[in-house]
């Protein structure tokens, strides 16, 4: 059975930095492409950063342009979205989500999710 958990989020002050991890299970990561989403209470879920089965990276907005990465571990069956200088517009949770092997900008084209982390930035 295909599954995502998402950790990492905490409460962190303005300037600092973040590194969310998702682990899959139950597939290998060169077979799907897994994106981070994040979502704010009562707005839809934003596209951050997409990564895919073949390794190709994605950036979905510029409002994360420059302090988001993604990374993938595939050993370790994780993906990794390194966040710095956070701002308190970044508090949000935080959601992985995998589809078949190709990023995609909708987030109802991926299937899969997991059940978030959520990042607080605030000081």
């Known amino acids: 059975q295909l599954q995502l958990v998402e950790t990492g989020g905490d409460l962190v002050q303005p300037g600092g930095s973040l590194t969310l991890s998702c682990v899959a299970s139950?597939?290998?990561?060169?077979?799907?492409?897994i994106a981070w989403f994040r979502q704010v209470v009562g707005k839809e879920r934003e596209g951050v950063r997409c990564i895919s089965g073949a390794g190709g990276i994605v950036d979905y907005g510029d409002s994360t342009k420059g302090r988001f990465t993604i990374s993938r571990d595939n050993a370790k069956s994780t993906v990794y979205l390194h966040i710095n200088t956070l701002q308190p517009e970044d508090t949000a949770m935080y959601y992985c989500?995998?589809?078949?092997?190709?990023?995609?900008?909708?987030?109802?084209?991926?299937?899969?999710w997991g059940q978030g982390t959520q990042v607080t930035v605030s000081s």
């Open positions: 139950g597939f290998t990561l060169d077979d799907y492409a």
């Open positions: 989500a995998a589809r078949g092997r190709w990023c995609n900008t909708y987030a109802d084209q991926f299937p899969h």
